[in-house]
Antibody, heavy 121, light 105 residues
Framework: EVQLVESGGGLVQPGRSLRLSCAAS????????MHWVRQGPGKGLEWVSG????????GYGDSVKGRFTISRDNAKNSLYLQMSSLRAEDMALYYC??????????????WGQGTTVTVSS | EVVMTQSPATLSVSPGERATLSCRAS??????LAWYQQKPGQAPRLLIY???TRATGIPARFSGSGSGTEFTLTISSLQSEDFAVYYC????????FGQGTKVDI
């Protein structure tokens, strides 16, 4: 069974950092791009970041550029999102999603259940 | 950034009726467009990619069309399980999502 399980969410103060993880199973992880997508309370989907199969192509949404860093460890079938300088507007449910292609420019065909990030003092 | 605009924001339909959802891109994205369905408390599910290709396991009542800047998702005969929020997403550039269309009864 293809599965993505996110972890690492929680309550964090504004300006602090947090690292999210996504454990993948049931497919050949290093064949596909991976993404982080977030959804604020009562809001729509926002693409946060994506990384190609070999980490050679990485992109970020404008709202997180310079503050968030995506990475992957193909040996561990894992995806990460290092978030720094967190703001109230970063508070959201963060989904890990499998790309349908090896490069970032593609759809997202498998999604995890998400991990919640709360930013508050 | 490519801005995706969906219309209408809410679409009220009855079971068995046809639903037509629209998505417009601020610049051409060719056929690099996907549609997703999201139900309350659930993760999104991929319905359509390449503007018109149904993803694995998606019923034939879902169809997508369009290219360039104008796209349409059609649900031919709404079932009770189809009431949800639908998002379009372009992937011709760095991905961006539309704001969603809620299909309700």
């Amino acid at each position: 069974e293809v599965q993505l399980v996110e972890s690492g969410g929680g309550l964090v103060q504004p300006g602090r950092s947090l690292r999210l993880s996504c454990a993948a199973s049931g497919f050949t992880f290093d064949d596909y791009a991976m993404h982080w997508v977030r959804q604020g309370p009562g809001k729509g989907l926002e693409w946060v970041s994506g990384i190609s199969w070999d980490s050679g192509s990485i992109g970020y949404g404008d709202s997180v550029k310079g503050r968030f860093t995506i990475s992957r460890d193909n040996a561990k079938n894992s995806l990460y999102l290092q978030m720094s300088s967190l703001r109230a507007e970063d508070m959201a449910l963060y989904y890990c999603a499998k790309g349908s292609e090896s490069y970032v420019q593609g759809g997202m065909d498998v999604w995890g259940q998400g991990t919640t990030v709360t930013v508050s003092s | 950034e490519v801005v995706m605009t969906q219309s209408p924001a809410t679409l009220s339909v009855s079971p068995g009726e046809r639903a037509t959802l629209s998505c417009r891109a601020s610049q051409s994205v060719s056929s690099n467009l996907a549609w997703y369905q999201q139900k309350p408390g659930q993760a999104p599910r991929l319905l359509i990619y390449g503007a018109s290709t149904r993803a694995t396991g998606i019923p034939a009542r879902f169809s997508g069309s369009g290219s360039g800047t104008e796209f349409t998702l059609t649900i031919s005969s709404l079932q009770s399980e189809d009431f949800a929020v639908y998002y379009c997403q372009q992937y011709d550039y760095w991905p961006t999502f539309g704001q969603g269309t809620k299909v309700d009864i």
